[in-house]
């Protein structure tokens, strides 16, 4: 069975940092495209970031780009998301998925996280 | 802001068939698969279709999706009250320098 557990996320000051993790199992993780997807509060879903499952290839939102690191290490299964310089409107349930293809980049996710808040305020 | 379009609410009575579209541009539907996901409030979003107009196992055929040009449409039909829900279009874009991956902005399906 397909798990994903985000952890990490709390309240933070604007400009602090966050890293959040997601922990994989039930598949191979090191052959699947990771993304980090975020949601806030009332809000509609936002594409954060992506990384590739072997070459390690990412690509960013412009909202995050330059603030926001995505790594993986596929020795533990494992999703990151460096947030530096964190802001206000970075206040979101951020969640973990898994591509629904081995095949590389441009696919969906067919399996999410439950999601971990993180809330930006002073 | 996101690039792809789509009705802020629909809705229907039980049994009844409703459809969503979602518009975009050449360079996210208009070239590259549509995605459809499904959120019940305060849980994680769920993948409806893939690739288009494929159903992950699980999913009704009770729902159904294509794509047009640089339209996608998800159709319910035999509404039920456990379709209530958020449903997203969604898809990669070609942008420079980098891709995309777009949702999106939402429609909200009420069953009456």
């Known amino acids: 069975e397909v798990q994903l557990l985000e952890s990490g996320g709390g309240l933070v000051q604007p400009g602090g940092s966050l890293r959040l993790s997601c922990a994989a199992s039930?598949?191979?993780?090191?052959?699947?495209?990771m993304t980090w997807v975020r949601q806030s509060p009332g809000k509609g879903l936002e594409w954060v970031s992506v990384?590739?499952?072997?070459?390690?290839?990412?690509y960013y939102s412009g909202s995050v780009k330059g603030r926001f690191t995505i790594s993986r290490d596929n020795s533990k299964n494992t999703l990151y998301l460096q947030m530096n310089s964190l802001r206000a409107e970075d206040t979101a349930i951020y969640y973990c998925?898994?591509?629904?293809?081995?095949?590389?980049?441009?696919?969906?996710?067919?399996?999410w996280g439950q999601g971990t808040l993180v809330t930006v305020s002073s | 802001q996101s690039v792809l379009t789509q009705p802020p609410s629909a809705s229907g009575a039980p049994g009844q068939s409703i459809t969503i579209s979602c518009s975009g541009s050449?360079?996210?539907?208009?070239?590259?698969?549509v995605y459809w996901y499904q959120q019940v409030p305060g849980t994680a979003p769920k993948l409806l279709i893939s690739?288009?107009?494929q159903r992950p196992s699980g999913v009704p055929d009770r729902f159904s999706a294509s794509k047009s040009g640089t339209s996608a449409s998800l159709t319910i039909s035999g509404l039920r009250s456990g379709d209530e829900a958020d449903y997203y279009c969604?898809?990669?874009?070609?942008?420079?320098?980098?891709?995309?991956?777009?949702f999106g902005t939402g429609t909200k399906v009420i069953v009456l």
């Open positions: 690739r288009t107009h």
């Open positions: 990384i590739g499952g072997s070459d390690g290839r990412t």
């Open positions: 998925a898994k591509d629904d293809d081995s095949g590389g980049f441009y696919y969906g996710f067919d399996y």
């Open positions: 039930g598949f191979t993780f090191s052959s699947y495209t």
């Open positions: 050449g360079s996210n539907i208009g070239n590259n698969y």
């Open positions: 969604a898809g990669w874009d070609d942008s420079l320098p980098d891709p995309l991956y777009v």
